[in-house]
Each structure stands twice: as C-alpha cells, then as structure tokens.
C-alpha cells in the first residue's frame, strides 16, 4: 500500500492535508502540545503522589526524577519514530514497521487495555471529586459526553483541551503559591532520609510514570498532525518539559507542607495541602480543578486508544469494522463509539483503585516496544543517540517490575491472553491456508 494512501508513513516534510481513505490533518504544534498536556497535566498529579510517597517516603522527589527520565528517553524514541511513521497507533505501527508484527501487535495491546481501564479510572475520578455520592451516574455521562465531543472531529478536543489544560494550570499554580508562601512549609522536609530506599523509589517511579504517560497521545494522532515530520518532535519535548516544571513545583509544595507521611496518607493530598496551609476554603476549588483535569486526561485518553484501535482493525488484529473513518468529520468513528461504549460499562460497573499500577505496567511494556523500534533506526533516519533508547528500554523494564506484585501480575496476565490470542490467531491462518 503506497504511503499516500491510508499508511501515511515514510512521508518526508509536509504532509497532505489528507490521504486517501486516511484521516485529516487538523492539529499544528500548537494544538498537539497542548493534547499532550491535557494527558499529562491531568488527574495524574491529583492521584499519584499520595501511592507514591507510600512507596518512597523521603525518596519521593528521586522517584519522580528517575520516572522523568525514562519519560524523557521515551519521548525521544516515540518523536523520532513518529516523524518516520506518522500513522495512527503510535507503539503499535512502530514496533509492526521495525521489529515484526507480533511486536507491534503486542504493543497495541498493551497499549488498549491498560489505556481503556485508566479511562474507566479517570471518569471515576470526575464522579468522586464533582458528586461522590453519584460517581458511576457521573463518570458515565462523562464518557458519553467526551465521546461526542472526540466524534465531531479532533479539533474541536483539542480546543476543549486547551481550556482544561488553563483551569488546571491555574489551580496547581494556586496550589504552590499558597504552600510555599504559607507558615507550614518547611525546606527540612525536603531532605532525603533512612525511610528511602531503592525498591521504594523505583516502585514510586513507576507509579509517578502513570501521570508522564500522556506524551503518547501526539504520537497515536500522528496521522491527523499537520507537517508532522516537524511538529511532532517539537511538541512532544516540549509537552514533556513543561510537564515536568509543573510537577516538580507541585511536588516540592506538597512535601514541604504535609512531609513524606503526611503526603503519604492523604487522601486527596492537594486539598490537603491547602487546607494545612490556612486556606480551607479553597479546598473545594481545588477538588474542581482535580475534577477538570480528570476531564481533560478522559478526553485525551479517548482519542489516543481509538486511534490504536483504528490501526489494529486496518491490520485485522481487532474487527475491522472499526477501521472506518467518518466522511465529514474525518474521525475514527466507529472505533470511538466502542472505546466509549466499553469505558462507560467499566465507569458503571468497576472499582479501579489499583488501576494506577495496572496502567503503568501496560505503558512500561507499550514503551519498551518504542524504545527497541528506535534502536533499529539508521542515522539517515533520525536516530537518536543509541544511548537514549538503550536507557528507555532497560529502564521500561526495570520500572515495570518494581511495581506492587498484583499489578505485575495483573499486567503480565493480560499481556499473555494477548499474546496467546495473536499466536492462536496466526496458526488458524496458517491451518486454513494450507
């Protein structure tokens, strides 16, 4: 299939508008960082800290650098190879153009079913701050709502996203002027003590990559990016370091106001915050903020497993009846009516505390894939220095089993159903072949 028409990929310099069969580029730099902050800056900084500061006490800011890190190698290796295959699916084309299409397979699945449970998990988290006592009636008429708002066409998400990405700015940056300029905060609790240790911080930095993985989103709208040779590598670094800004400050604020243990058992720790800090007035506004962002991860987390989706239904590896692309809004229809469909069951029906560790799991797995595709790249091809992919690839791994054993198991499971399916898959075509 030639790259002009519905695989895109290997297009040097601008891309057209649209390709035949394909989806529509829509989305400048602009509007693909602020669809990755939107992943990035949402419920993730309201949800991770508090587990995270359980599993590394003092250690919590070395977790949070060592899961920047591996974000950081991560997000070199997924722009390099975005700007060579800018194609909907992200890992999955990628691992399925450089290393085989087991891998690819395999990448997308990882990437689908841990993605669409941390779907089911941010709705929930709209439902629990915004009206606790209704959160599944919530979190479904978000699903809903979000879901229309992706069918009408990606633009439209991506000026929502924008104005989310503005509230939750807003409110996080409240939230550390008022710490850090509060009586309570103190530089001492800062320091790093005998409660850290290494299983602690890398457990902690597995749990804080759940709120980094948000970059992948640019990468799986690659197809619907204007130019996007040139504006992916520039808008995911930058959705990156900006991220990383923000939860840094976020991350020093709540430590020197609650300390390791008190950031450790707090439930909702930024409200928590501000209410150590003689504001509690504003803790309301704060758990709005936390709802908004929820909002904001919900919708980009939509858009980027739908368009897995669409990818692994052109390959068959999913029905390929969601392969197809609406003719006036240019979108990926009937693979996000699905997503919806099944995120909204999940949002009823599930309670997903532990999907934080389940979700990190799958994504670690997601990017050891991207990482060993970057590998492969030839220097003509934009390689980026081979150590880089190298450290994302051993640092995916390590990560990934330094969570809680129950997401190791949780995600290791799923990742073998998926692998079983695809191999069972493979000797039936063969069987019939013959």
């Not at 290494?198 to 204007?226: C, D, K, N, P, S």
């Not at 808008?235 to 430590?255: D, E, K, N, R």
């Amino acid at each position: 299939m030639p790259p002009s028409e519905s695989r895109p990929g290997g297009v040097a310099g601008k891309a057209p508008l649209t390709s035949g069969g394909g989806l529509v580029r829509r989305l400048g730099t602009g509007d693909a960082v602020v669809i990755g902050l939107g992943s990035m800056i949402g419920a993730g900084i309201f949800a991770a800290l508090a587990p995270a500061a359980r599993a590394a006490g003092s250690g919590l800011l070395l977790g949070l650098a060592l899961a920047a890190v591996v974000a950081y190698c991560n997000a070199t290796s997924s722009a390099r190879l975005a700007a060579k295959y800018p194609e909907s699916g992200g890992t999955y084309v990628y691992g399925r153009e450089r290393l085989g299409e087991f891998w690819g397979y395999l990448a997308g699945w990882a990437f689908v079913v841990g993605k669409t449970a941390s779907c089911a998990a941010m709705a929930l988290t709209v439902g629990l701050y915004a009206w606790p006592s209704q959160a599944h009636a919530v979190a479904v008429a978000a699903v809903v709502a979000l879901t229309a708002v992706n069918y009408a066409g990606v633009h439209k998400s991506a000026v929502l996203t924008r104005a989310i990405v503005a509230v939750v700015l807003a409110v996080l940056a409240t939230v550390v002027v008022i710490a850090l300029s509060s009586g309570s905060a103190e530089a001492a609790r800062l320091d790093i003590g005998s409660d850290a240790s290494l299983g602690g911080v890398m457990q902690a930095a597995g749990l804080l990559f759940f709120a980094f993985a948000g970059y992948a989103r640019i990468a799986t709208l690659g197809e619907e990016v204007r130019d996007p040779a040139r504006t992916i590598p520039r808008a995911i670094p930058l959705a990156l370091g900006i991220t990383l800004l923000v939860y840094v400050a976020v991350a020093v604020a709540a430590l020197m106001v609650l300390g390791s243990d008190g950031l450790a058992g707090a439930v909702a720790p930024l409200a928590e915050v501000v209410r150590e800090a003689g504001l509690p007035g504003l803790a309301p506004v704060v758990q709005i903020g936390a709802a908004i962002a929820a909002l904001g991860s919900l919708l980009a987390l939509i858009l980027g497993v739908s368009r897995t989706t669409l990818a692994m239904a052109r390959d068959r590896h999913l029905p390929h009846v969601l392969a197809a692309v609406h003719p006036r809004f240019g979108v990926p229809h009937r693979a996000e009516l699905a997503v919806g469909a099944v995120v909204a069951v999940l949002a009823a029906t599930a309670d997903l505390r532990g999907v934080i560790g389940f979700s990190s799991f799958g994504v670690l797995a997601y990017y050891a894939v991207a990482n060993a595709s970057a590998w492969t790249l030839a220097p003509d091809e934009g390689r980026p220095i081979r150590l880089i992919p190298a450290v994302g690839l051993v640092g995916c791994l390590a990560l990934a089993f330094a969570l809680p054993l129950s997401a190791v198991l949780t995600g290791a499971a799923v990742l073998a159903a998926g692998a079983a399916w695809y191999t069972a898959r493979t000797l039936f075509k063969r069987a019939r072949q013959r």
